[in-house]
């Protein structure tokens, strides 16, 4: 079968030579345009990632196209109706880095919670004093969860190997995981009061946004941290600072900001060749960061060699899906 695929660095060409043997293949570093479709227009597979805007047009330039798949979660770049109405198949990547994005909210938690980041800038300035730096135990404290998916799960794993207890919020509760994880479904006003931690893992939509505002934050036990490592509009930028002047929250780390606009996706920092300077001009702007009780990491939870393969081996196995007659991870 003739297959494109688009968007994919010399490394990644090696690996989908390697899942995708028997096929024709022809790669492209660049995306797929208006300009460069007709290099494609033979192919009756095409792989993208979010920077290919698969619309109309280009679709009308892909005669013998059955079958799209996306290297990403997200679809919102492909015009998924009219693939429909054309009976073009597109699949996704579903899930490739829970475990990933886990682990860094527990780097981020102890880089609040044993003061790390501190000591690397006082190290850094030739200052090994130790006066302001005693951190705390996770063992005994208490997490929020706010969000259990695929991640917040996974986060909750990890936290009862540190021992620590844990209550959870989510519009769907699951009693047998919460039976087997042993953790605790709570309110958000639950969470607030009680939580020494507070790590959020929601997708960012209109019902979400600024989940963690002045109401919220009103209610926070006294010192708690603050982890975000999902969306930056969960958090109401000017209701933290207020919180943080205030003491009721002792330190937040970030992996993104609000004014999410002004980042690249993560999906699109995989490809982003040049230097990111809308993100370091947020970055040196953002208020947030000029304190030292407050971590920031530039959206790179998901940033793993293992997740980037993982997102390799799913859209292999879609494409091979589909050549066999069957479809994997369908979005249409």
Not at 6 to 30: A, D, M, N
Not at 87 to 101: C, D, H, K, L, M
Request: charged share 25%.
């Amino acid at each position: 079968m003739n297959i494109a695929i688009f968007e994919v660095q010399t490394w990644k060409q090696e690996f989908l030579k390697k899942q995708l043997k028997g096929h024709t293949l022809l790669f492209f570093e660049e995306i797929l345009s208006k300009d460069n479709a007709e290099k494609a227009k033979f192919c009756e597979v095409i792989s993208v990632f979010i920077y290919s805007k698969i619309t109309k047009e280009i679709l009308r330039l892909l005669p013998n196209l059955k079958f799209i798949a996306t290297q990403s979660t997200g679809f919102d770049h492909i015009d998924v109706a009219e693939c429909t109405a054309r009976q073009i198949a597109v699949s996704n990547v579903p899930y490739y880095g829970e475990n990933t994005v886990a682990e860094h909210t527990f780097a981020l938690i102890l880089a609040l919670s044993r003061n790390v980041h501190k000591s690397y800038v006082r190290a850094l300035q030739g200052n090994y004093t130790i006066e302001g730096l005693m951190g705390f135990d996770l063992q005994g404290k208490t997490l929020g969860v706010i969000g259990t998916g695929h991640i917040g799960l996974h986060v909750i794993r990890i936290a009862k190997g540190f021992g620590m207890h844990v209550l959870a919020y989510d519009e769907k509760r699951d009693a047998f995981l919460a039976e087997v994880l042993k953790f605790t479904y709570a309110t958000l006003e639950e969470i607030a009061a009680s939580s020494d931690i507070i790590s959020l893992h929601l997708p960012y939509n209109a019902a979400t946004h600024h989940i963690v505002g002045e109401k919220l934050l009103s209610q926070v036990k006294k010192g708690v941290l603050l982890i975000n490592t999902s969306r930056g509009g969960l958090i109401d930028t000017n209701a933290l600072q207020a919180a943080l002047d205030e003491k009721r929250v002792a330190g937040a780390a970030l992996d993104v900001l609000e004014g999410e606009e002004l980042i690249l996706d993560e999906k699109q920092l995989l490809h982003y060749k040049q230097p990111n300077e809308k993100l370091e001009e947020l970055a040196k702007n953002h208020i947030l960061l000029k304190r030292d009780n407050v971590v920031f990491t530039p959206h790179i939870a998901f940033f793993s060699k293992e997740a980037l393969e993982r997102i390799l081996i799913t859209t292999a196995e879609n494409i091979s899906n589909f050549t066999r007659g069957k479809i994997s991870n369908i979005v249409s």
